[in-house]
T-cell receptor, first 114, second 114 residues
Framework: DTEVTQTPKHLVMGMTNKKSLKCEQH?????MYWYKQKAKKPPELMFV???????INESVPSRFSPECPNSSLLNLHLHALQPEDSALYLC?????????????FGEGSRLTVL | AQKVTQAQTEISVVEKEDVTLDCVYE???????LFWYKQPPSGELVFLIR??????QNEISGRYSWNFQKSTSSFNFTITASQVVDSAVYFC???????????FGQGTTLQVKP
């Protein structure tokens, strides 16, 4: 079983909806990540939080809004999405620091935008 | 620029066969990390191994083994006596020395048939 828990596992939303993806870890990791993965493609980094502060934003459109309320939780708020935003959204955590890269991933939230 | 190439898009083998997944990388960093991740149909990415650029020792873990050769910028992954449960997408990744970001290859889909 993964130690990174993501909810919901599946989400269908219209382009005018507002929804949120949630991620939780209790491994004491202080770096958390959002990745987006399209079918048959590798994951693409969206955001990185280090010690609850946003450290990397990969020029993600503002319709995606991350939030890190505490060291265990990471949210991704979704608003006015487009059908091309349909994808698997993966959350990950790790010990912060350059080059460690031993990310622990959740099972992902599969998003469909109608 | 950093880059990871997994030339094999799909591989199909029969159970108990050995299979090698190729990974070639490009980087100008002198210190870097290489990784392999497994993504089963459930969706989560499972960490398999991390190797730093100063450690060229090959590693064996059960049926899995890794061959790291800096001279050819390769980090190949071999599964011995493959099993149906090994069926998954396998990603090779390189950690950017400055940011710690993971740069993924395109992935190799391995199908192990009974």
């Amino acid at each position: 079983d993964t130690e990174v828990t993501q909810t919901p596992k599946h989400l269908v939303m219209g382009m005018t909806n507002k929804k949120s993806l949630k991620c939780e870890q209790h491994m004491g990791h202080r770096a958390m990540y959002w990745y987006k993965q399209k079918a048959k493609k590798p994951p693409e980094l969206m955001f990185v939080y280090s010690y609850e502060k946003l450290s990397i934003n990969e020029s993600v459109p503002s319709r995606f809004s991350p939030e890190c309320p505490n060291s265990s939780l990471l949210n991704l708020h979704l608003h006015a999405l487009q059908p091309e935003d349909s994808a698997l959204y993966l959350c990950a955590s790790s010990r912060p620091g350059t080059g460690l890269g031993e990310l622990f991933f959740g099972e992902g939230s599969r998003l469909t935008v109608l | 620029a950093q880059k990871v190439t997994q030339a094999q898009t799909e591989i199909s083998v029969v159970e108990k066969e050995d299979v090698t997944l190729d990974c070639v990388y490009e980087t100008r960093d002198t210190t870097y990390y290489l990784f392999w991740y497994k993504q089963p149909p459930s969706g989560e990415l499972v960490f398999l191994i991390r190797r730093n650029s100063f450690d060229e020792q090959n590693e064996i873990s059960g049926r899995y083994s890794w061959n790291f050769q800096k001279s050819t910028s390769s980090f190949n992954f071999t599964i011995t006596a493959s099993q149906v449960v090994d069926s998954a997408v396998y990603f090779c990744a390189l950690s950017d020395g400055n940011t710690g970001k993971l740069i993924f290859g395109q992935g190799t889909t391995l199908q192990v048939k009974p």
